[in-house]
């Protein structure tokens, strides 16, 4: 078992940026992926950005790349989301994930073992 805990959401004006942080246990991590997702009300939860935790080349949405960058600190055994230049529709329920796997471009849920309870975050105008 692998338990997700995220951390760091909250309200943030547009064009402001945010850190979340996915602090993962249970398990040696270096054979999984992690990956970040939203949902927003309404919506289906969608793909935010995947990596794999012994290295690799990070995939994200087209939606958010070059604005986001995901990343492991191995010291801390967490997945960061950073999040710059922040937009009102990037306002969603953030929900960190894992898999046992190497391939770092999962991008559908259902590839997805393990889930966090997410962490809302709110884009004002």
């Known amino acids: 078992q692998v338990q997700l805990v995220e951390s760091g959401g909250g309200l943030v004006q547009a064009g402001g940026s945010l850190r979340l942080s996915c602090s993962a246990s249970?398990?040696?991590?270096?054979?999984?992926?992690m990956g970040w997702f939203r949902q927003a009300p309404g919506k289906e939860r969608e793909f935010v950005a995947a990596?794999?935790?012994?290295?690799?080349?990070?995939n994200y949405a087209d939606s958010v790349k070059g604005r986001f960058t995901i990343s492991r600190d191995y010291a801390k055994n967490t997945v960061d989301l950073h999040m710059n230049s922040l937009k009102p529709e990037d306002t969603a329920v953030y929900y960190c994930?894992?898999?046992?796997?190497?391939?770092?471009?999962?991008?559908?849920?259902?590839?997805?073992?393990?889930w966090g309870q997410g962490t809302q975050v709110t884009v004002s105008s």
């Open positions: 994930a894992a898999v046992r796997s190497t391939i770092g471009g999962l991008r559908y849920p259902v590839s997805y073992d393990y």
């Open positions: 249970g398990r040696t991590l270096s054979v999984y992926t």
């Open positions: 990596i794999t935790w012994g290295g690799g080349t990070p």
